[in-house]
């Protein structure tokens, strides 16, 4: 991956060049020896005025005439690339195969950005009525702290933690830690919302290359084995949600990936999950079974998603610390975890970590992406 | 598929709701039993504000919570996503397996779509710099008459041919056949291409189911089997291509699909090619095998890709006189091809069509997906 933040330097299609060459060197392969490519990439048309990215990558990594796709499901772009990725290998169509997650943000204004990241959620219902992120993220976070009492200190012990983890990322947009009254004290965006509740604009990519098992195994020494990837959807629009305090379709997935795993949440060492606002990991740490519905703040204030702690949330830094280039972010958490497995993560290393689990969700939760994965060697 | 053309009465979602409820009511199937979405759209996020479209599609569809995804690789969104599709039934993930089509193109300015448009191609090196697509396809165009002494008539002949097919099909944006002349007269877009030379802006939306093929024997009485998909991809800037009077990515998603069809173009009844411009589909032919290279316009002038010739070329009117909803484009050819197989396609019916192909083309040739379709009952 590349490293995450605000990058004025490069554009869209030399992030995702960067990241790829680390990725091929990484695994040794030539170019030659990719037979198909898979990118997750939201809103390149609003913000670089690009589509057609598949194509743009492949040319640029020199990776043409291979068939390469472009994926979107907004914030679970980079998830879904990796599934489809992965259902592709199983297909037997393609045995390697490379996957990456790309957003360049910075590159227009915020209005315009957030008007572009708006098109995650319902554009006519909510969109078109004023409804941004933060302002639908703030209506779970009230429900939240309606039904089960969860506080506005506990949703920042989630930015505390994962400013602590990004602090020891090299990758991360943030490297400071910051305190409970940082985040209290922060301007507010969408009350109960606060500025440091909110994940950050970021430009970035990152890329993992995929292949059958047995081929895995004689390409590298370190083999990660994806268990299972499972994806899911739920309505667009709050409104016609069953209910605000979980993302519904993180729970179907994550049965769906437990299952196909033969695994529980119990198993489980190491997690990246989806925190685009400090509410969606509390909600995120519930809906995986991490813990009991409702817990997820408390659990966060008790330390239990700490390195060290229960399961590891979130060591990368998340989205909150690490930064969330969109169409990236799916992919840099199977980079993370990757790491992590392969007892890679220097300061922040889970130790003994052997199975991890990434948690990729779109919009407001309209899609969610869970995979599950296992060192294997 | 919904009637293609310019539609003030609906929106995106209407469109693609439409497509949709008309295929399962084709085979039989309830949302049930659908187990999966892919849908091809390009440039949603500019025409309408709206990204994560999967998503969307499932919502409105009334199909959550099954995994849904957007593809998009320009004009060629709905290719991809009927690969994808055709890849995700191989892997045995899921069996039956929803994609769509669709773009709402009307509800921006015509300059704005042009814009968006634009970006199917190389943002920094062409679009930037103020080619626009009939641009870059007007200096194929110029190359094509300069090599092989193609003319402006036998470009105005595929237009005449496809407007004579649309005026068959009721599902055709244009209903009207026109003659030489009505082209040769018409104003200039980007010399040599005139008005009548280019596919118009149009809504629509196309929807196909896929299964296993024993499955769909049960499922439906005149099954189509996909025999071959392939997919390539080329650099995305003219700049750097090989040749300008060929799309490279055609000719080897073509050899590829042949290959694996163990079929040749001889044995093509119906072909559904990519004619955004009347010399798209000039060199479409060539590239396809149909003719020799340097030969689609006198082809195409001596009647040999009418109905009734040697192979019946875009009998749905294509997208010069069918009409161009991007992203549906490439589902829609895979709709007219399974009508011409099932031998529905009323007054423009190929008699004995039993093989049939689909060509879809993003951007100016950087991606190109071939389908080989056969009738199996």
Same mark, same amino acid.
């Given at each position: 991956?590349?490293?995450?933040?605000?990058?004025?330097?490069?554009?869209?299609?030399?992030?995702?060049?960067?990241?790829?060459?680390?990725?091929?060197?990484?695994?040794?392969?030539?170019?030659?020896?990719?037979?198909?490519?898979?990118?997750?990439?939201?809103?390149?048309?609003?913000?670089?005025?690009?589509?057609?990215?598949?194509?743009?990558?492949?040319?640029?990594?020199?990776?043409?005439?291979?068939?390469?796709?472009?994926?979107?499901?907004?914030?679970?772009?980079?998830?879904?690339?990796?599934?489809?990725?992965?259902?592709?290998?199983?297909?037997?169509?393609?045995?390697?195969?490379?996957?990456?997650?790309?957003?360049?943000?910075?590159?227009?204004?915020?209005?315009?950005?957030?008007?572009?990241?708006?098109?995650?959620?319902?554009?006519?219902?909510?969109?078109?009525?004023?409804?941004?992120?933060?302002?639908?993220?703030?209506?779970?976070?009230?429900?939240?702290?309606?039904?089960?009492?969860?506080?506005?200190?506990?949703?920042?012990?989630?930015?505390?933690?994962?400013?602590?983890?990004?602090?020891?990322?090299?990758?991360?947009?943030?490297?400071?830690?910051?305190?409970?009254?940082?985040?209290?004290?922060?301007?507010?965006?969408?009350?109960?919302?606060? #500025?440091? %509740? =909110?994940?950050? /604009?970021?430009?970035?990519? !990152?890329?993992?290359? *995929?292949?059958?098992?047995? @081929?895995?195994?004689?390409?590298?020494?370190?083999?990660?084995?994806?268990?299972?990837?499972?994806?899911?959807?739920?309505?667009?629009?709050?409104?016609?949600?069953?209910?605000?305090?979980?993302?519904?379709?993180?729970?179907?997935?994550?049965?769906?990936?437990?299952?196909?795993?033969?695994?529980?949440?119990?198993?489980?060492?190491?997690?990246? #999950?989806? %925190? =685009?606002?400090? /509410?969606?990991?509390?909600? !995120?740490?519930?809906? *995986?079974?991490?813990?009991? @519905?409702?817990?997820?703040?408390?659990?966060?204030?008790?330390?239990?998603?700490?390195?060290?702690?229960?399961?590891?949330?979130?060591?990368?830094?998340?989205?909150?610390?690490?930064?969330?280039?969109?169409?990236?972010?799916?992919?840099?958490?199977?980079?993370?975890?990757?790491?992590?497995?392969?007892?890679?993560?220097?300061?922040?290393?889970?130790?003994?970590?052997?199975?991890?689990?990434?948690?990729?969700?779109?919009?407001?939760?309209?899609?969610?992406?869970?995979?599950?994965?296992?060192?294997?060697?």
């Amino acid at each position: 991956m590349t490293r995450f933040g605000e990058d004025w330097s490069r554009g869209f299609r030399d992030l995702i060049l960067e990241a790829g060459v680390r990725a091929l060197e990484d695994c040794g392969l030539s170019g030659s020896e990719i037979e198909a490519l898979y990118c997750g990439t939201m809103a390149s048309g609003a913000l670089v005025g690009q589509e057609h990215a598949g194509a743009l990558i492949a040319d640029f990594m020199g990776l043409t005439p291979i068939p390469s796709t472009r994926l979107e499901a907004a914030c679970a772009s980079g998830g879904v690339a990796l599934r489809q990725a992965y259902v592709t290998v199983a297909s037997g169509v393609h045995d390697i195969v490379v996957v990456g997650g790309v957003e360049k943000m910075t590159d227009v204004p915020t209005a315009e950005a957030s008007y572009a990241l708006g098109g995650a959620g319902d554009q006519e219902w909510e969109l078109f009525m004023g409804a941004t992120f933060p302002g639908l993220y703030a209506l779970m976070a009230r429900r939240h702290m309606l039904d089960y009492g969860t506080t506005q200190e506990q949703m920042a012990a989630v930015a505390v933690k994962n400013h602590a983890n990004a602090a020891k990322n090299k990758y991360a947009q943030f490297q400071n830690e910051i305190t409970i009254e940082t985040v209290m004290k922060s301007k507010s965006v969408a009350s109960p919302l606060k #500025v440091f %509740d =909110c994940s950050p /604009i970021t430009d970035g990519a !990152a890329v993992v290359v *995929l292949a059958p098992l047995e @081929k895995a195994k004689k390409i590298c020494e370190q083999p990660i084995e994806i268990v299972a990837s499972e994806q899911a959807s739920d309505s667009i629009a709050l409104h016609d949600r069953e209910s605000l305090t979980k993302i519904k379709a993180t729970e179907i997935a994550a049965k769906k990936a437990f299952e196909r795993a033969k695994l529980a949440p119990k198993d489980i060492h190491v997690a990246e #999950v989806h %925190d =685009c606002f400090t /509410i969606a990991e509390i909600m !995120a740490i519930e809906d *995986l079974g991490f813990v009991k @519905k409702g817990m997820g703040g408390k659990a966060t204030e008790d330390g239990l998603t700490r390195i060290g702690g229960q399961v590891a949330i979130n060591t990368s830094g998340g989205l909150k610390g690490c930064g969330h280039p969109v169409g990236a972010t799916g992919v840099k958490q199977a980079v993370e975890i990757t790491w992590q497995l392969r007892g890679k993560a220097e300061g922040r290393q889970v130790k003994g970590a052997e199975i991890g689990l990434a948690h990729n969700v779109g919009g407001s939760g309209a899609t969610a992406v869970v995979s599950i994965f296992r060192k294997v060697w």
